[in-house]
Structures are given as C-alpha cells and as structure tokens.
T-cell receptor
C-alpha cells in the first residue's frame, strides 16, 4: 500500500505560468514533508520542505502548501522555467520517531514548454 | 564540498551473478542510506546506517542483499545472487544526522543503474 501518492505521472506547463504538483498521504503519523527534484542520470536533490506545524513554506519561486485535514500537500512553482523540467518526488517522514526514513511517492514528471 | 560519490554508474549482469556497489558519503555525515528505485517508482529505503551501526534494515531482502559500512564512512551494498527484478537504480544518500535525529535533507549520489538479464 502506498503511503505517499502522486497521482499525476506527468504535467506540462507553459513557461512563465504556474506549475502545481500534488501529493496525498495516508499515514497520519507523518509530520514532515519534503519535495525532491530529479534530473535524468542524477540523484534527487532537496528542493523545499514543510513541517506539520505550518501550512505554507516559501522559498523564492517555490511554495509548498500543507492541508493536514485533507492529508494533502502541493508544490507551486511560479513562474515556471524550462530548467524546472524534471521529475518531482514528494516524501514524508515522522520527525519525532528518532529513526526517520523517508517514504517517497512515485514522482511527477514536469515539462515546462518554452 | 564534495557530494556523495557512487560507483560504478552502470552495471549489467546476468541473473544469478553477484554484484557490489560502493558509496562514499559527504565527509562528516554520520547517517547513510541505500535506496532502490525501480523504473516508474519512487526510491525505497533498503538500509540505514548510523555511523557503522544498522538503524533500519527492515526492507532489505536479506537472503540476497547485504550491506556494510566499515569504520563508519564508505559503504558497500552487495546482491548475491541477482534476480531479474533487482534491475533498478541503487541510490546512496547521507545526512549529518547525529543520534538518529531528524532526517531532513538527505543528499543523494548519482546512483548505480543495474540491469539484470
């Protein structure tokens, strides 16, 4: 059973527009969420994170929103740029468990069209 | 600062053969992870080390997979014998993570793409 779900395998967006990537989770013990970006032939790189005590975290063009009641988070990229084209993974963990493995979704491939 | 290093980058073997992967984490990082990423899936944790001790190996298929982290620095992951379903990218990651604290931002290596034929 998938504890972290990214139901859109792919997304295409025009350059300059907003990209919205969605992620749902089922485990109510998760209290820390991360987004990773992955280019081909490279390892994932950390992008942005959010703790469950917040509902929004912003870093430049990237904003993550968390809706705990819906067990849903989203990543907004504004404005989208061609260099943002990559696979984006949502990940979740329990910050207070001490041993905190990340649980990843399947990823969403974003294509930003110039 | 040098990133996480992995080798080889690519490996093709026949089923029932053995293979080993090597990882050198970022200097000073106490926590090291091995993940398996099958095509179309997200990374799945295989094993987590804190220094040279195993913290979590609950998802490691121990009948064929083994891993060690001697001296708490480099790590090797071995598969013996390999099966077709082991074809995947094997990612190594590290964090400063002291005392098994919060994982936060894991730093990933480029991965080793294994093809089992």
């Amino acid at each position: 059973d998938q504890q972290v779900k990214q139901n859109s395998p792919s997304l295409s967006v025009q350059e300059g527009r907003i990209s919205i990537l969605n992620c749902d989770y089922t485990n109510s013990m998760f209290d820390y969420f991360l987004w990773y970006k992955k280019y081909p032939a490279e390892g994932p790189t950390f992008l942005i994170s959010i703790s469950s005590i917040k509902d929004k975290n912003e870093d430049g063009r990237f904003t993550v929103f968390l809706n705990k009641s819906a067990k849903h988070l989203s990543l907004h990229i504004v404005p989208s740029q061609p260099g943002d084209s990559a696979v984006y993974f949502c990940a979740a963990t329990n910050e207070n468990s001490g041993n905190t493995p990340l649980v990843f979704g399947k990823g969403t491939r974003l294509s930003v069209i110039a | 600062e040098a990133g996480v290093a992995q080798s080889p980058r690519y490996k093709i073997i026949e089923k029932r053969q053995s293979v080993a992967f090597w990882c050198n984490p970022i200097s000073g990082h106490a926590t090291l992870y091995w993940y398996q990423q099958i095509l179309g899936q997200g990374p799945k944790l295989l094993i987590q080390f804190q220094n040279n001790g195993v913290v979590d190996d609950s998802q490691l298929p121990k009948d064929r997979f083994s891993a060690e982290r001697l001296k708490g620095v480099d790590s090797t992951l071995k598969i013996q014998p390999a099966k077709l379903e082991d074809s995947a990218v094997y990612l190594c990651a590290s964090t400063p993570g002291t005392s098994g604290g919060p994982t936060y931002e894991q730093y990933f290596g480029p991965g080793t793409r294994l093809t089992v034929t």
